[in-house]
């Protein structure tokens, strides 16, 4: 189960919004569930300042002692939340692309050394 917590400013947090968030936020949960310790913040604003985009969602995970941001402006708030929460899971896919990469690697350069370790013998 992934803990967070879900603030509104100038915008009430109704049971549809909460369950849409968390509905949203399973996309990014594949990549969180291994950290039992996950914490994510959620932040939803309604702005007039702006003109077009008035609508804000803002994401924040702390994970592994990493922590991932996305932050995005929409016409409504469940846009503003799909392109949020889509900016997040590309982070999160981005950092375990990474480190499978670099484990690989790691992994190939070993098999290379033990390789020449036997033709050596």
Same mark, same amino acid.
């Given at each position: 189960?992934?803990?967070?917590?879900?603030?509104?400013?100038? !915008?009430? @947090?109704?049971? #549809?919004?909460?369950?849409?968030?968390?509905? %949203?936020?399973?996309? /990014?949960?594949?990549?969180? =569930? &291994?950290?039992?310790?996950?914490? !994510?913040? @959620?932040?939803? #604003?309604?702005?007039?300042?702006?003109?077009? %985009?008035?609508?804000? /969602?803002?994401?924040?995970? =702390? &994970?592994?002692?990493?922590?991932?941001?996305?932050?995005?402006?929409?016409?409504?708030?469940?846009?503003?939340?799909?392109?949020?929460?889509?900016?997040?899971?590309? =982070?999160?896919?981005?950092?375990?692309?990474?480190?499978?990469?670099?484990?690989?690697?790691?992994?190939?350069?070993?098999?290379?050394?033990?390789?020449?370790?036997?033709?050596?013998?």
């Amino acid at each position: 189960m992934l803990n967070y917590n879900i603030k509104g400013t100038q !915008v009430s @947090v109704s049971e #549809e919004l909460r369950a849409y968030v968390e509905r %949203a936020l399973g996309h /990014a949960a594949k990549f969180l =569930e &291994a950290d039992p310790t996950t914490h !994510v913040d @959620v932040e939803l #604003e309604f702005s007039q300042v702006r003109d077009g %985009a008035k609508y804000r /969602a803002e994401f924040t995970a =702390e &994970a592994s002692g990493a922590l991932y941001r996305a932050d995005c402006w929409g016409t409504t708030l469940h846009e503003a939340i799909d392109l949020a929460v889509g900016e997040l899971t590309g =982070e999160l896919r981005k950092n375990k692309t990474k480190k499978l990469h670099f484990l690989r690697r790691g992994a190939l350069r070993v098999k290379e050394f033990v390789r020449g370790f036997r033709e050596n013998i």
